[in-house]
Nanobody, 125 residues
Framework: VQLQASGGGLVQPGESLTLSCEGS????????TGWFRQAPGKEREAVLC??????????HYLDSVKGRFTLSRDSAKNTLYLQMNNLKPEDTAVYYC?????????????????WGQGTLVTVSS
């Protein structure tokens, strides 16, 4: 059972990136799966979360990314995507995907059971 996060990189302000989180041994459309990020010297914070089957809600946790970040899920590929547009330097962080064994999203990192390895996003000119 694991999550594989990918897609990070170095981009300039205003550019876009798409992060992917592929699940292995855990169905991401049944359980709540979300993205967190952790900037240097800061605590890990919830960004967006896709709730599990039967609820199918997208939960937003950061006002600073509303209108710029979107979440989508491909059940056939068992993959969750985080589309990030108009990136800003303050979006620089390691981004983690995580799943909890439940259908409803939670904002606290401690509630999540499985974590991907993290992918670094650096926004800099």
């Amino acid at each position: 059972v694991q999550l594989q996060a990918s897609g990070g990189g170095l981009v300039q302000p205003g550019e876009s990136l798409t992060l992917s989180c592929e699940g292995s041994g855990v169905p991401l459309d049944i359980y709540a799966t979300g993205w967190f990020r952790q900037a240097p010297g800061k605590e890990r914070e919830a960004v967006l979360c896709y709730s599990g089957r039967g609820t199918d809600d997208i939960n937003h946790y950061l006002d600073s990314v509303k209108g710029r970040f979107t979440l989508s899920r491909d059940s056939a590929k068992n993959t969750l995507y985080l589309q990030m547009n108009n990136l800003k330097p303050e979006d620089t962080a390691v981004y983690y995907c995580a799943t909890l064994y439940g259908r409803r999203c939670r904002s606290a990192a401690s509630e999540y059971d499985i974590w991907g390895q993290g992918t670094l996003v650096t926004v800099s000119s």
